[in-house]
Structures are given as structure tokens and as C-alpha cells.
């Protein structure tokens, strides 16, 4: 394979370099450039990657006046504008078809009016269980009215059917008009099982609702737990109220209403079938768990508000400059929308101004494309800025672009994606999610290096983040992916420090009005992470061969079927 040799070709190169040095350590990063394309210039370009740059995009963007930046929002048009005009002033070119910045989509926004209470019959008693502090609803479909009448609850287990796993909570139950209540996150006792402590994307809610619906289900009831969700309960409360969007629906199957309940509202649930939840769960983690009918049944009846509106992804293009090879294209991403105005917390703020999440993703693929701009050539392959809408509503920009893609999926390199940004200084690691899938694990790991730091999978591989964000869209249609995260070993501090910022940001901030601007936010570990970004889109930009996924990879599959679309098309 051609691509091996360039790796080998870049090591010898560094091994050269290390020995025509007294002091080896010395001129390290002449050697990236030697990766990337050959000569000093890409250094000198990689120092466009700064705080200043970066900081003022962050507090652009995270200001009140952009209202949170919530999909179809006035905000989220500032925004576009604002990206688009940044984009262009670093002379990229519009990347959306008819020479435009956007590539628009509709969204389907969904209001439903979450009842006050909401009841359960049981044999001998009933329990009612109150909105926002117990349960959270939301309508499963695009309509204006939904509910159903007296559906008898089934205790699913996981609601898992993964038959590579020889795994299928369902087992041929016919579950039609039921109401499954289901544990979040995947089995994770067995490493040989569904990643072990890695979630995978059966551990995930999308996939959840998307399995009870193809079983007919009328709801979906999610047992929330802080360590199986990844997040407290919370964020379930301040994500799933207010207006909901979805690209307009297509032929899938869905249930007719979608809900969260706490783990203590389901332990009182299934008392009142005489059970214990603790016991269910221990047999849920059994391949041979068989559904579990409640003996309970309950009925809901809500009216929904639908409404159309438009986002847009910003696409900025770098056309490339190899006559063969500018067909194809290295893609960075980062969601620009955030959650919009939404209840306000204890201070009174409705606005979720979502400065981490994710403007901070948004000023480092900026930074990066000012990087590459400022290059005397352009790569050799196209380099694509997609920063990309309606995110937090489900991946729906990335989702969108994955489905109508402005260069085929077979020519599209790979994916780097930010989603958050290190504001807590240099750190000697940098979390690489998607770590061991693909082949560019070597081209990260050996700049990581000329960077003096470590990769490191995702140190938190229980939150299941390498579904959470817009990489997934890319890898959904077999595009290798990279999403670079903060590390968590930060110079000159002790070894927990990291973890704890992160698990306070987590708890604190994550999707709360508080993700504001902070001035005293410290850059230097988001300029490493971007200018680690732009050396590796660069060294895949000028490589001869494209990435691939591991073998056996979850996503090969759809990889191969891209490539084999792409050379039949020829
Ligand atoms: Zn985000």
C-alpha cells in the first residue's frame, strides 16, 4: 500500500533529521513539514494558529446577541453570516452548490406540550410521576397530536437486537402497541461484548428509540442514570423541552412518543408490578432475557406544535492543487448552532450561549483553514470547512451534508472534527476519539509526537463520544473519521486536574445557560489541538493514498461500498 510508504518514507525522513543532529531533539517539527508537504513554509503557515484569532471568534459568537445560535433562529442566521464572512475574508471559496456559503435544510421543529403528570395503573395501585423533575416526553413523530390509550408497559432490558453480538432483548415478543421501558447504555461486564466499557452506538438514545419503533412500539421509556447516560439528569431536562427539531420525516418506522424517566421514578414503576428493578436489570445483562410484561398500563394524550424552518451548513472550500486529486477533499467540522433560548436557570439566563459547545470547535477549524490558506500551494487534495448546523438536535447539519455531500463519499479523505475545545492550558496528551479504527491513527499519533505530547483514545469511552458528534455523520457513510478532544495531563498540574475541570464543566456548564465566554480561559492547549488537526489534514491532503478504517472496522463496510460507487461512476 502506497499510503505505508509515505509513513515510512516520513519516519526515515525523521530518523535522517535525528541523526544529522548533536542534540536529537532538536528540529522536530521541520520534520512535520517534510510529512506534510515538504518544505518549511507549512511551519510558518501552522503559526497562524493562535489565541488571539481564535478568542475573538469565540467571543463573537458566544455573545447574548447571537441568542444561543438555536436552529432557524435569528441568532443562528447571525451566525451563518458571520461564519460565511469570516470564511471569505480568509479567502476560501463558497463550498455549497451555485457558488453559495450555505447549503440550506429544512427542519421539522417539534413542541410538545409535556403533560403536568403522567399516570401508571397497575394491578393494585397507580403512580403518577410529575413532569420535569421525574419525566421528560417528547413526540416521536411529525404530527399534531399524539398519545395512545391504555398500552401495557414492557420491561426490555437494554433493547439491544445486535445479531453480531448474538444478542436480542426482544427474542420475537411481538411488542406492537406496547410501551418499552429500557435501560440506557450498552452491556459492558464482558470485554468481548459490545466494546466492553466503550459505549457503542446500541448504547446510545438514538438508537434506542429507532429499535422500539421498528418494533412497533407506541413509546420508549428511557431509564435515565447519571453513569449510563454520561450526563445527569439535567441535561435531560434543559436538551428535551422546548422546540425539537428533526430533518422532515422519511419512511422509517416510529413510535408515537419518546420519554426519560429517573432511575427512582422506575424503581416505583415496576414496584408496582411487585418488582424489583435491580433484579431486572442483573437478568437484562443475560443473553437469555427474555421482555418482561409490567402488568401496567398507561395512556398519554399531547397536543404538538410543528413548525418549518431553515438552518444551513457554512461550507468554505480550498480547492486543491493536483489536477487528479483536488476531486477529493479532507473535511473539517464543527457545529456552530447551539441550544438557543430555552428555561432559564436560577439566575434568570435563557440564553444558552454555548461558548465551549461549540464555538470554541468553530474558532479552531477557522483557525486551521487560516492555516492552510496562508500556504504559498495548496494541498494537493481539497480541503472542505463544514461548519455545520443544527448539531445539537441530533447531528442534523452533519446528517444532512452525509446525504447530500458536495463530493461523493468514496472522495472525501477523511473527517476531523471539533467539538469543544481545551480552554486549560497545555497538556502533554490529546484525546483522539476514533483512536484504533483507521489508519490515521499513524499520521496523528506520529505528529502528537513531533508535539512532544501522547495521543490517547477517548478517556471518557463510557459517554459513547464518537457518536455524539458530528463525525459520526461522516463515518455513518464510510468516511474515516477524527475527533480531537482535549487531553486530560496538563503541564504543571497534578495528574486528576484535567479529569476534574472536564467533570465540572460536565456537571456545571454542559448544555446549561452558564456555557459563556470566560476571559480567563487559557488557549494554549486549543492552539496545540488545532495546529495537530491542521498536520494531520494536511499530511492526508498530500498523501497518495486516502485513510482507511481497520479491518473488521464497523464502518469498512460502507467505506467499500462508497469506493466501489465512486470507480463505477467513473
Ligand atoms: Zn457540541
Not at 5 to 15: K, Q, V, Y
Not at 337 to 351: Q, R, S
Not at 503 to 508: C, M, S
Request: aromatic residues 10%; contains cysteine.
Amino acid at each position: 500500500m502506497k499510503y505505508v510508504s509515505t509513513i515510512a518514507i516520513i519516519a526515515t525522513t525523521t530518523l535522517l533529521f535525528a541523526c544529522g543532529q548533536t542534540d536529537s531533539t532538536a528540529d522536530l517539527e521541520p520534520t512535520v513539514n517534510d510529512a506534510a508537504v515538504g518544505n518549511e513554509t507549512a511551519l510558518q503557515a501552522s503559526l497562524h494558529i493562535e489565541d488571539e484569532f481564535m478568542r475573538e471568534i469565540i467571543k463573537e459568537i458566544s455573545q447574548d446577541s447571537y441568542e444561543g445560535r438555536g436552529p432557524g433562529s435569528r441568532g443562528d442566521a447571525k451566525a451563518r453570516t458571520y461564519l460565511a464572512k469570516r470564511l471569505e475574508e480568509l479567502g476560501l471559496q463558497p463550498g455549497a452548490e451555485d457558488d453559495s456559503w450555505e447549503q440550506p435544510f429544512d427542519l421539522v421543529g417539534i413542541n410538545t406540550s409535556q403533560p403536568d403528570e403522567w399516570t401508571f395503573s397497575g394491578p393494585e395501585s397507580t403512580t403518577t410521576l410529575k413532569q420535569w423533575d421525574q419525566f421528560i416526553i417528547g413526540s416521536a413523530v411529525q404530527e399534531e397530536h399524539v398519545g395512545f390509550e391504555n398500552a401495557e408497559v414492557v420491561f426490555v432490558g437494554y433493547g439491544i437486537q445486535a445479531p453480531e453480538y448474538d444478542w436480542d432483548d426482544y427474542k420475537g415478543v411481538d411488542l406492537k402497541g406496547k410501551v418499552l421501558l429500557m435501560m440506557n447504555n450498552d452491556p459492558d461486564w464482558d470485554r468481548e461484548l459490545f466494546g466492553g466499557d466503550t459505549r457503542l452506538w446500541y448504547g446510545r438514545w438514538d438508537y434506542k428509540y429507532l429499535s422500539a419503533a421498528r418494533q412497533g412500539a407506541v413509546g420508549t421509556i428511557i431509564i435515565h442514570t447519571t453513569p449510563s447516560a454520561g450526563y445527569p439528569f439535567q441535561v435531560v431536562q434543559t436538551s428535551w423541552t422546548g422546540v425539537q427539531f428533526e430533518l422532515p420525516a422519511g419512511d422509517e418506522p416510529r413510535s408515537q412518543v419518546s420519554a426519560w424517566v429517573t432511575e427512582d421514578s422506575a424503581r416505583d414503576l415496576v414496584a408496582m408490578a411487585g418488582l424489583d428493578l435491580d433484579t431486572l436489570r442483573e437478568q437484562a445483562d443475560n443473553r437469555d432475557f427474555e421482555p418482561v410484561p409490567l402488568g401496567i398500563t398507561t395512556s398519554i394524550s399531547m397536543d404538538v406544535e410543528i413548525s418549518r424552518v431553515q438552518s444551513a451548513n457554512v461550507l468554505g472550500l480550498i480547492p486543491g492543487s493536483d489536477p487528479e486529486l483536488k476531486d477529493e477533499v479532507v473535511i473539517y467540522t464543527a457545529h456552530h448552532d447551539h441550544l438557543g433560548i430555552g428555561t432559564p436557570n436560577e439566575d434568570g439566563d435563557a440564553i444558552y450561549n454555548g461558548a465551549f459547545d461549540n464555538a470554541t470547535g468553530v474558532a479552531q477549524a477557522l483557525a486551521i483553514a487560516k492555516a492552510i490558506r496562508s500556504l504559498p500551494e495548496s494541498p494537493k487534495r481539497s480541503v472542505l470547512i463544514a461548519l455545520v448546523g443544527a448539531e445539537e438536535q441530533g447531528l442534523l447539519g452533519s446528517e444532512y451534508y452525509a446525504a447530500n455531500p458536495t463530493f461523493a463519499p468514496g472522495k472525501i479523505a477523511a473527517n476531523i472534527n471539533y467539538d469543544g475545545g481545551n480552554v486549560w492550558g497545555h497538556t502533554h496528551d490529546v484525546t483522539y476519539i476514533g483512536l484504533g479504527k483507521s489508519s490515521i491513527d499513524q499520521i496523528a499519533i506520529m505528529i502528537a509526537k513531533e508535539q512532544g505530547r501522547t495521543v490517547k483514545p477517548d478517556q471518557f469511552s463510557d459517554k459513547g463520544y464518537f457518536y455524539r458528534s458530528d463525525q459520526f455523520s461522516f463515518a455513518k457513510i464510510g468516511v474515516p473519521a477524527m475527533y480531537i478532544d482535549t487531553g486530560t495531563d496538563f503541564v504543571d498540574r497534578p495528574a486528576e486536574w484535567g479529569r476534574e475541570q472536564q467533570d465540572h464543566y460536565t456537571e456545571v456548564n454542559y448544555h446549561q445557560p452558564s456555557d459563556e465566554y470566560d476571559p480567563s480561559w487559557n488557549l494554549d492547549g486549543m492552539v496545540d489541538d488545532a495546529k495537530l488537526g491542521y498536520w494531520t489534514g494536511l499530511a492526508i491532503a498530500n498523501a497518495d493514498e486516502m485513510p482507511t478504517w481497520n479491518a473488521g472496522d464497523e464502518f469498512e463496510a460502507a467505506r467499500i461500498e462508497a469506493l466501489e460507487l465512486t470507480r463505477s461512476s467513473r
